[in-house]
Structures are given as C-alpha cells and as structure tokens.
C-alpha cells in the first residue's frame, strides 16, 4: 500500500514570492507521482507528473517538481507566485507495475496576498 | 479534451433517501473512480471501475454502491443517505496508471 503526507495544511505566501509546497510518500514498490490543482468549487486538473527520467518535472502554470527517490519526495515548486495560483494543491502517487488507484494527500491550500 | 461530466454540481437529500450521483465520461476511458472530498481528509476512494459491469471497493466503500452498464456511465449510489455522508463527490476516468485521472467538477452533496 502506499501513502503520501502532505505536512503543510496551509502556505501563506506574498505574490512574486517564491513558494514550494512539500510531498512526501511511502511505498514498497516503485510509484508514479502527481501534483493537482483545486481551484474553488471546481474538480481537480493536472498540474505535472512524473513517471520516468529526468528528475525534475515540468508542469502547467509555470510550476515544477523534483523526485527525489532517496528522499521519497516530489516537493512542488514556483519561482514567483501569482494571486491566481491561490487554491488548493493536491499529491497523488499510483504503483508503475499496474492497478492505477490513485493514493491522495490531505492538501495544501495556497494563499497568495498582496 | 477528455470530459467528465456530473450530472448536478449540488444535491440536497433528506435522511434515509436513495441517492444517484451520476458520472458519464467521452473518451472510451476503461478506468472510472469515484472519491468523496472532506475538509482535511483529502481524497478517499469509495469505488472503482476497470471495465464495463465490472467494480471493486475502494477504502471507504460501506454506505455506497457502484453501477456500470456502459463503459462510459459510472453510477454512485447511496442506498440510505445518511448526514455523515455530506461531502463534495468527485468522479474521475482515466487510461493506464501513467496518465492520470481526469476529473469531473465534482457534486456537493448535503444530506438533512
């Protein structure tokens, strides 16, 4: 079985302040990670995966990731924060070998203030 | 695009009612899920679907049942609707594990 821990209920951060939101997971097998957006009242979109090769992911709205498998980590990032990226972020992680259940974090609401 | 589509965004129930929540998806996706959103709790999977008439629970699946007759319609079904089942009920479909879900806009269900 796998889990993922999202230790950051909520970030308050500044617009154009860097912010990076932390994923962490558990797995006994190798696992596939995401990163989803939640905008108010809506369902969740894709925000970037990782499934193979380069480390570092890039993503939509000009965020990215990083897996780090020795850290069992996929911290998501952005170098300059807009008011519109406020919503809520979610971490999901799936096994490679099959099944395709998703395995979500608890969350993290982004607040961007003036 | 890949659409899912949930037939009402807000739904309110009485006590003890049978509720439909209803899923339909447009791009011959075997996979369907259904997940109930909770302040704090994230995401919990209730059922899920890999192929027409096919389904197995997920973590939380007592108080819910799953009906797929076509491959793309995934039915959620509260048998007695009760107030602990209150949540925001969100359907997702999706091709092999590599690329992720596509989501619905989600039902707000309030059950009094």
């Known amino acids: 079985a796998q889990s993922v821990t999202q230790l950051d209920s909520q970030v308050p951060v500044f617009e154009e302040a860097p912010v990076e939101l932390r994923c962490n997971y558990s797995s006994s097998v190798s696992v596939y990670l995401f990163w989803y957006v939640q905008y108010p009242n809506q369902g969740l979109q894709l925000l970037l995966k990782?499934?193979?090769?380069?480390?570092l992911v890039k993503g939509i709205n000009g965020f990215e990731a990083e897996f780090n498998k020795s850290q069992t980590s996929f911290h998501l990032r952005k170098p300059s924060v807009h008011i519109s990226d406020t919503a809520e972020y979610f971490c999901?992680?799936?096994?490679?070998?099959?099944?395709?259940?998703?395995?979500f974090g608890t969350g993290t609401q982004l607040k961007v203030e003036l | 695009d890949v659409k899912v589509t949930q037939s009402s965004r807000y739904l309110v129930k009485r006590t003890g009612e049978k509720v439909f929540l209803e899923c339909v998806q447009d791009m011959d996706h075997e996979n369907m899920f259904w997940y109930r959103q909770d302040p704090g709790l994230g995401l919990r999977l209730i059922y899920f679907s890999y192929d027409v008439k096919m389904k197995e629970k997920g973590d939380i699946p007592e108080g819910y049942s799953v009906s797929r007759e076509k491959k793309e319609r995934f039915s959620l079904i509260l048998e007695s609707a009760s107030t602990n089942q209150t949540s925001m009920y969100l359907c997702a479909s999706s091709l092999a594990g590599g690329y992720g879900y596509t989501f619905g806009s989600g039902t707000r269900l309030t059950v009094v």
């Open positions: 999901a992680v799936t096994p490679t070998g099959g099944g395709n259940k998703l395995t």
């Open positions: 990782y499934l193979s090769g380069s480390t």
